[in-house]
C-alpha cells in the first residue's frame, strides 16, 4: 500500500490572484464578515419565522436553510470577485 503524496492533491493555479477575505473582530477572534452575516441573518429569520408560525420544526428549517444560502452565496461571491 502506498502513501497518498499531499502535494500532488494541490490545484494550484499561478494566473490566480487571492484577495483578502474582509474580517470583523468577535470576541478577540477574527471571523470572515460572510460567517457574522449568514449568523446575523439565520438569527432575525428565526424570530420573524417564530413570530409568524410559533413552530419551532419550521423555524428549525427556514433559519438553517437562510443561514447556508448567505454563508455558500456570500463565500462564493467574494471568491469569484477579482
Known amino acids: 500500500m ?3 503524496n499531499p502535494i500532488a492533491l494541490v490545484e494550484v493555479r499561478p494566473g490566480r490572484r487571492r484577495t483578502a477575505t474582509p474580517t470583523v473582530d468577535v470576541a478577540g477572534v477574527r471571523w470572515p464578515a460572510y460567517k457574522l452575516h ?5 438569527v432575525l429569520v428565526a424570530l420573524f419565522a417564530f413570530a409568524l408560525t ?6 428549525a428549517w427556514v433559519s438553517a436553510s437562510v443561514l447556508l444560502a448567505t454563508w ?11
Do not use: K, Q
Not at 449568514?38 to 439565520?42: D, K, R, T, Y
Not at 410559533?54 to 423555524?59: D, F, K, L, R
Open 72 to 82: 455558500w452565496g456570500e463565500r462564493i461571491w467574494l471568491a469569484h470577485r477579482d
Open 2 to 4: 502506498t502513501a497518498a
Open 54 to 59: 410559533g413552530s419551532g420544526a419550521v423555524v
Open 38 to 42: 449568514a449568523v446575523l441573518l439565520a
